[in-house]
């Protein structure tokens, strides 16, 4: 039952010496005052060069170059430069490893599902153009930059391509990045919260300076070592704007959208028009130049987004052709519960998205008929699905139970994750806690097995200990004389979560625990949960499972009111005090102690405060996960090459397709439209 971590009935302890705060650092009630703004909701992901020199050799550009045939005529016409003069000075040149990647060529059109409008932005997702960005072995190297140099987590030096160009051919320099900081990121008007929270140390900004035209310097008076994976991120932190386009709606540059403001009361403010206009990362508008490989063509609202090659696109491959090989890219809106039916039926030449592991075996079925191929990708979530008390729950009897360590270990030890496994995953997927994956370096045997072995006896020895008596229906009695029935809220998206209840049902009800599952919706959920009216809620792991130590911690600390199991802890801290609870719970203080240390400490201190508070969750069963290492079906056309046959589907780092750069996949018969 117990690992080689040794821990208390109920609390893991105190941390190691050298992470004792400054007297006085941290608040007796909470840590609301440390960051008094709104974060940013992304998922921050480091690697492990991170704060090093980001700088790597780089193939030279080829002596010639190969002309884009679907942009031959335009460049007749003079529409169009020739593309030696559409590619920066020194573009990135794609080394092809022979492999698992090929020198392909230009054309065709790329048929891919999905399942709303919004969805859209995945192309940015996949598209994967990053100032810095991971490669396949998640390092961080220079993309739409030339280099970029880190000193001290603190002084980010960086080197823009010269002669570089957006989508409609204007330059990219750093007027982009000026124009982000001063006008948009510091107006009043367009960021009333002021510069984003990954943009503030202590709640101070950076000193932003532009020594030239391909120079932007970002300093800090203390470290900020998410930066780079900030920049890197599938919902990337997005430090630069069209300054070309986005001028024609800003009142400092542009004084006509005040006065048409003015002359027609009831119209939407300037800067509302200029938050429209400015959805980089949306890619709903296809007026807003773009430094992607495909460009949007399409307005919603449509059935169909229609996205087409960008002409100025930065990569290129050693045989001289600009990249992206693919011309088009055709997105259908369909409904998600018919998605995977239609790529069985050939209907999607590309298709993880909205796919289950449930539709392999009808999947492999249609293969040799509709001429494509099934690929399983590990995904690298802390867990495919976990269970999330809410210790923040309304109702004090249950508040009180589910903050007992003893009452998580028993509910954890009454999960038969090898049945669930075999049933529903083939057994192919890995019994374990909501933790780190084996392909982490901080990964531990303990962290993924502690307090998760299936163990009846164990886990109602701990259940008498705390005084459920079973009534004559053999089901437990609360303190108050209430029957122990849980209610597991889902968000009602898949009935893989409900199969998964089910089978926990089962189990649960030997030890005299009943458990009923209650489909929602999504935001439904969230708020039942955030209002403590849900008691559990099942949901995906943690979203990053392969951290190295210079991730930042954020989803083990109580930061956020997204995190399920106390979202009136992240609350608190999101708000400085304003909103939710203020920590009275010894782990979640003690998380949130290390994740403030490991902002000011070195490297080495950095695996420490990982290692602290990995031990934590898997000691405290804070969460519970139940298998990770799912495999995730990728439907693959016959004839489109380079996707890798094995890869890892993950969203941070990885941002799924993005890190195998679909610029480079190319089909085998590329005149098809």
């Known amino acids: 039952m117990n690992s080689s971590i040794q821990a ?15 007297r006085g650092a941290w608040p007796s009630q909470g840590w609301g005052h440390f960051r008094p703004w709104q974060r940013l909701s992304i998922t921050l992901v480091v690697p ?83 100032l810095v960005g991971y490669d396949r072995n998640y390092v961080l190297v220079p993309d739409l930059l030339q280099s970029i140099d880190a000193k001290d987590d603190r002084v980010f030096t960086m080197k823009l391509r010269a002669g570089h160009k957006w989508s409609d051919g204007a330059p ?63 919902s990337p932190l997005l430090i630069y704007r069209p300054a070309h386009y986005l001028k024609q709606f800003h009142k400092k540059y542009n004084p006509k959208v005040v006065e048409a403001e003015k002359a027609e009361p009831g119209k939407r403010s300037w800067a509302a028009i200029h938050n429209r206009e400015d959805n980089m990362y949306q890619f709903d508008n296809p007026r807003l130049p773009t430094l992607e490989p495909w460009v949007n063509t399409s307005k919603p609202p449509t059935d169909r987004f229609v996205v087409v090659r960008n002409p100025y696109f930065h990569r290129v491959d050693t045989n001289g052709r600009q990249l992206p090989y693919i011309d088009r890219v055709l997105l ?38 509709n001429n494509y191929k099934t690929y399983l990708w590990r995904t690298a979530k802390g867990s495919h699905l976990a269970l999330y008390p809410n210790l923040n729950v309304v109702d004090p009897v249950w508040r ?53 072995k299936y163990d009846r006896k164990a886990a109602n020895k701990l259940l008498d200990e705390i005084g459920l ?66 008691m559990m809620s099942v949901f995906y792991g943690l979203d990053n499972g392969m951290p190295t130590a210079d991730t930042a911690p954020d989803e083990l600390a109580p930061k956020d009111q997204a995190q399920l199991q106390w979202p009136k802890f992240g609350q608190y801290y999101e708000t400085a005090g304003k909103l939710g609870e203020a920590p009275d719970f010894p782990a979640a203080i003690e998380l949130m102690t290390l994740w403030h240390a490991w902002h000011n400490v070195s490297r080495d201190e950095r695996a420490k405060i990982w290692h602290r508070m990995l031990a934590i969750h898997a000691d405290q069963q804070l969460t519970i996960g139940v298998i990770n290492n799912v495999m995730q079906p990728v439907v693959v056309t016959n004839t489109l090459k380079n996707v890798p046959e094995k890869a890892v589907y993950n969203w941070d780092p990885g941002a799924f397709l993005g890190i195998y750069r679909p610029d480079t ?6 005149r098809r439209n």
């Open 332 to 369: 259908p809106i369909v409904d998600s519960k018919l998605i995977p039916a239609k790529a069985g039926a050939g209907e999607s030449d590309l298709q993880a998205r909205d796919i289950a592991f449930s539709n392999y075996t009808f999947l492999k079925k249609g293969e040799q008929l």
């Open 8 to 22: 208390s009935q109920e609390y893991a302890g105190p941390p190691p010496s050298f992470l004792a705060p400054p």
């Open 665 to 670: 996949f190319w089909f085998t018969d590329a």
């Open 469 to 534: 008596k079973r009534g004559p229906d053999g089901i437990r009695r609360l303190s108050d004389g209430r029957p122990l029935e849980i209610i597991v809220e889902t968000a009602g998206e898949s009935t893989e979560q409900t199969d998964v209840l089910e089978l926990i049902r089962e189990t649960w009800r030997e030890a005299g625990i009943k458990l009923f599952s209650k489909p929602s919706q999504r935001d439904l959920l969230r708020n039942r949960v955030f209002s403590g009216e849900a």
């Open 172 to 234: 990219f320099t750093s007027d982009d990045f000026r124009y982000f900081w001063e006008d948009v990121a510091n107006d009043k008007e367009l960021s009333p919260s002021g510069p984003p929270a990954a943009l503030l140390v202590d709640g101070q900004p950076p000193k932003v300076e532009y020594p030239d035209k391909t120079t932007v310097r970002y300093t800090w008076a203390k470290p900020n070592p998410e930066f780079l994976a900030l920049l890197a991120g599938p």
């Open 400 to 452: 009180q139970l589910f903050r007992d360590v003893r009452f998580r270990r028993a509910l954890s030890m009454s999960i038969d994750r090898t049945q669930i496994n075999q049933v529903l995953y083939f057994g192919l997927a890995t019994e374990s806690n909501n933790t780190v994956v084996a392909d982490s370096p901080l990964y531990r045997k303990e962290y993924q097995t502690q307090w998760a």
């Open 48 to 130: 492990a060069l991170l704060g090093l020199l980001v700088t790597v050799a780089q193939a030279a550009p080829p002596a010639n170059l190969i002309e884009t045939p679907m942009l031959r005529d335009d460049v007749a016409a003079k529409k169009l430069p020739p593309v030696k003069q559409r590619l920066p000075e020194n573009p990135l040149v794609v080394v092809m490893d022979g492999k698992q990647q090929e020198l392909g060529q230009h054309g065709g059109t790329l048929n891919m599902l999905l399942a709303r409008s919004r969805d859209i932005r995945m192309m940015v997702v996949y598209g994967y153009a990053r």
